[in-house]
């Protein structure tokens, strides 16, 4: 048997379908759309396509964006104030900073400065900590992506043994809170973990994100196992995940693809994200 | 071979002179001695006996300690009420709410109530997402405990494979978020983990909190593993984990005892907080 190759272009179709809904009710009685502001400093061809597919997306639903390019010497203290300026601006109902940052940079105090109203990616410490509490009004895209895609199809979670590979605070971390709050059995691993497979190969449902191509093949997976693969890595023959699709196609049941898979409904559950902000800065719920 | 037994109330008294020592410079230059208010709903023989400890060990310190208590009956309204006034008396420099409270009232709605600044137990949304951001100036205090204790038996995490038996917002969840920061490949089971002992007997370090008498026997545990009880179960018998002691002693080479484990060092890791929240309410970092 042949895994079902999960549509992520589609999924993202229904959440974008279900975003521009909201928000045109939402217009029948605010005075103005969404504006959200996206921040990236210096250029990465990665971050640059991620920013234009966003912004494409945010037009197709109804939301307003705009764009400051910082030069990649920029000083921390002035995107600090850029924020701040950001923060106290009644037009803007979002902030975006772009990752990867410049090594330099401190992320964790940006994320810090955006108000916790306009924190579009879920990761002010506020936000961040109500999602482990269990308000999920605001929770990190991709780890909301992944969610989205197993939801969509039907995989059940509690009880189930998961293994993400990766534990970032974007990620991992988050994605692992997210799934005990649905009662599964979670494994984390990482760089540092000694043996892989003896994880992977026990997993009912194997989330991988290292941004290793060929990371994960068919010996890593358990038979009928669900294979969610984050990472966007590009590569001279192309974009891949940490996927050895060949190897792993024959194993599993159901499999994302790279593209087509996390990618495009990470970017749906960012507009999510912005409606959520955009109602809090009108004072919703 | 048998396991060395750690001594959790030495490992408590090196921290409470730790405490006593940094409050005495403090107090060279600040006005005030700390004041933390407790909040206590209805009787609880363990909360009892978890307060009671506690104040104890702030007399021995030098902190001041008042205690609201409340009737089982008592209405959320109210509480928050209590709260929001002791946020604003700049003459308390922390609020302690005591766990479990009864079903009727909202953790969330009363943690989050608490300033931030004046959250003893770092479970308020800013302080656990700050934590999981590697700010851990204010984090929960059991698990603060646990990494306390493997600092101080020199028990190094990265690589290791841990094992938490637990999935709670106060122990297992901020437990398995600190454990990532140290690059600890990290399992979370509970009730819902169809085969935990897959799992625990894999574990270089086992660390359980199921409150379930004899869950963890020697078939659960690795040789030579380390195995922290954090479990405070009330029996007709006395006090006891979730460790089996009698068939778990002869394989793992480290063990907490209970009592005498981690109990007092969470006590020990909550005076700690009590001077942090106290420095920062101060204008101190």
Redesign the interface.
Known sequence: MTAKIINGRAIAQVLRNDVASELKTLLKTSPASPLITSITVGHNPSSDLYLKLRENACKEVGIRTNHLYFEKNIREKQIMETIHQLNNDPSVHGIFIQYPLPTYLSQ?NL?RAIHPNKDVEGL????????????ERLTPCTPQAVLTILKHEQVSL??K?IVIVN?S?IV???L??LL?QR????????V???DLK??SS?ADILITAAGVPKLITGEHVKKHAVVIDVAVIETKDGVCGDVDTTSVVDKADLLTPVPGGVGPVTIACSLKNMVQTYKTCMGQK
């Open positions: 964790a994320i002010h410490p506020y936000n961040l900590g109500a999602t482990y509490l269990g308000d509690q009880g043994d534990h605070t991992g971390k988050p692992a809170g005990l009662n599964a059995t979670v494994s984390i691993c990482h540092y973990t000694k003896r994880y026990q």
